[in-house]
């Protein structure tokens, strides 16, 4: 079963999905690993690409042949996105943000007094892990560990930062129940058959989303094996990507998976990744092969990024855009921050998106949009949407509503 796993094997789906709708060629709009599933269906069926969006890009090519270096090129723009929470937590003040008030009621006015608190939070924890009575998940204690992974997964969503800066204010003044349940909310306590709650008396409990192996599965059985490393290597590992972002551990877990990671695909997509290779090295583990460089798309992909994005860096879609060139994809560059460009939206953006979809119009590549106003820590700037046509009222909700749902 798990040798039938890679995005190789996807493509070959998708293409008999198209064909058994009659469709004569592929619409997509994918976010996240679905840009890396989307230029890898370019790779392979170029002439199948109808209209095509990327979003939050990441780099196809590291993630094929390099998941180390893959890990690494992901958090070029992570602390971007950290100081962009600073930042926008203090512009935004303590009534409107949590976290720029200190305990003692002093306000902090610099990203540098933020930092600082929440590095004397991390120093703190490591020390005294604090204990939470009560949970989703019964009893436990918040680490420093804990507070990484919640900041570094709440960096992905704007919208949910003024609950971020409320949980943090509270586990600084010594309360961590905000953090911790933060940290285990996708969790939910198992219920007997019969409903009654109180005869799960070990209070077991499920995650409700994907775990590690479902990730590796997929993540591990598309790159080139890694070496394994030895502790020292992984810790010098780590101290790289530690260069990159102050909470670079919590993503360098995810590729660390890949060492173990001993179930290799039938089928993997291997190049080429540029339309200047040409005939170089093997393409394609599988019955059948790419024999030149990339070949021009039936429609050129539009590449979105955020310039701040934590995981999906703006570099990324910059490479993956030259990679194809100018007659098979185009990058449409979208200021703010979180992960892809409907988690801080943008009315610009998605006109062009739509203009893209219906009318087939590529922007220029390179084009520059801006977010709207007020939606870091609502009330930091205001535009009212009464203001705005109709039409883009109607448009306004509805990427605010991707957000939504991407939060």
């Known amino acids: 079963m798990l040798e039938s796993i890679s995005t190789a094997y996807v493509v070959q789906d998708i293409e008999r999905i198209v064909n058994a709708l009659g469709e004569d060629g592929l619409n997509f709009w994918g976010f996240s690993y679905g840009t890396v599933l989307g230029s890898t269906f370019a790779a392979m069926r170029p002439h199948l690409v109808k209209r095509m969006v990327l ?11 390099d998941i180390y270096q893959w890990g690494v090129d992901g958090l070029t723009d992570n602390h971007k996105t950290l100081e962009g929470f600073f930042d926008s937590c203090v512009e935004a003040g303590p009534d409107r943000c949590a976290f720029a008030k200190t305990p003692s009621g002093k306000v902090s006015t610099q990203r540098a007094e933020l930092q600082s608190r929440l590095e004397a939070l991390y120093s703190k924890l490591r020390d005294e892990p604090a204990p939470v009575p009560k949970s989703l998940t019964g009893p436990g204690i918040l680490t420093a560990s804990h507070v990484k992974v919640t900041i570094f997964i709440g960096l ?3 919208k949910l930062w003024p609950s971020l800066a409320e949980a943090l204010a509270e586990a600084e003044a010594g309360n961590p129940q905000l953090l911790y349940d933060r940290e285990y909310g996708s969790f939910e306590v198992l219920k007997p058959s019969n409903g009654n709650e109180t005869q799960n008396v070990f209070n077991r409990y499920m995650e409700r989303q ?3 192996v479902t990730i590796s599965a997929i993540m591990c059985s598309d790159s080139e094996k890694p070496a394994p490393k030895s502790l020292d290597q992984y810790a010098q590992y ?3 990507m530690d260069k ?3 909470i670079a551990d919590v993503w360098a877990m995810l590729t660390g998976f890949c060492a173990t990671w001993k179930i290799r695909p039938g089928q993997r997509y291997d190049g080429p990744w540029s339309v200047e290779e040409g005939l170089k090295k093997t393409r394609y583990d599988g019955p059948w092969s790419v024999e030149e460089g990339l070949k021009k798309t039936r429609f050129p992909i539009l590449y979105a990024s955020l310039d701040a994005d934590p995981v999906t860096p703006l570099a990324a879609a ?3 855009a030259k990679s194809f060139g100018n007659q098979s994809a185009a990058l449409l560059v979208q200021e703010g921050f979180g992960h892809c460009t409907v988690a801080h939206p943008s009315i610009c953006t998605a006109k062009a998106i739509r203009e893209y979809f219906l009318e087939g119009k590529v922007p220029a590549s390179g084009t520059v949009c801006k977010p709207e106003p007020g939606y870091l820590f609502p009330g930091n700037e205001t535009r009212s949407v009464a203001g705005l046509s109709l039409e883009d009222q109607k448009l306004w909700e509805a990427v605010k509503g991707l957000g939504d749902m991407s939060a």
């Open 55 to 65: 979003d939050g890009v990441s780099n196809a090519e590291s993630y094929h042949k």
């Open 156 to 158: 992905y969503s704007p």
């Open 210 to 212: 994907m775990l590690p």
């Open 238 to 240: 780590i101290h790289e």
């Open 244 to 246: 990159l972002s102050s």
């Open 318 to 320: 910059q490479k993956m």
